[in-house]
């Protein structure tokens, strides 16, 4: 069984699809900011340089999911359920403007889901 880190609900796959026909290149990003909390970007690729202390989570319709190495210690043992709220986030991310934002969140892994990830690294 595999077993997802980032996993998404309809209403998040239907706005994946809304942005990928005006940006067809883009990645999230959850951010782990004191300022901003903890929330999840949408940023064009060629707009966003990760880095060595960036990792990502996998792909949600068709799309990666990044964060930093050190958020993911925080989180490693919760499944992130990307989902949408009606209402305008981040002037910094992608669906700005559209009245709706992505939004994190989460569950914690059963025992059999947290033995079956380490089989997976």
Request: glycine share 8%.
């Amino acid at each position: 069984m595999e077993v997802a880190k980032v996993v998404l609900t309809p209403e998040a796959a239907k706005l994946i699809q809304e942005l990928k026909a005006l940006h067809p290149d883009f990645i999230f990003y959850q951010s782990c900011g004191c300022c901003d909390g903890s929330i999840v970007y949408v940023y064009d690729r060629s707009d966003f340089k990760l880095g060595d202390n960036d990792i990502c989570l996998g792909c949600v319709g068709g799309v990666e999911f990044y964060m930093h190495k050190k958020q993911y210690e925080y989180q490693k043992h919760t499944q992130l359920i990307l989902s949408v709220k009606p209402i305008d986030g981040s002037e910094f991310s992608l669906e700005y403007g559209m009245g709706k934002s992505f939004e994190l969140q989460s569950r914690l892994f059963s025992p059999e889901e947290l033995e079956e990830l380490q089989r997976q690294v």
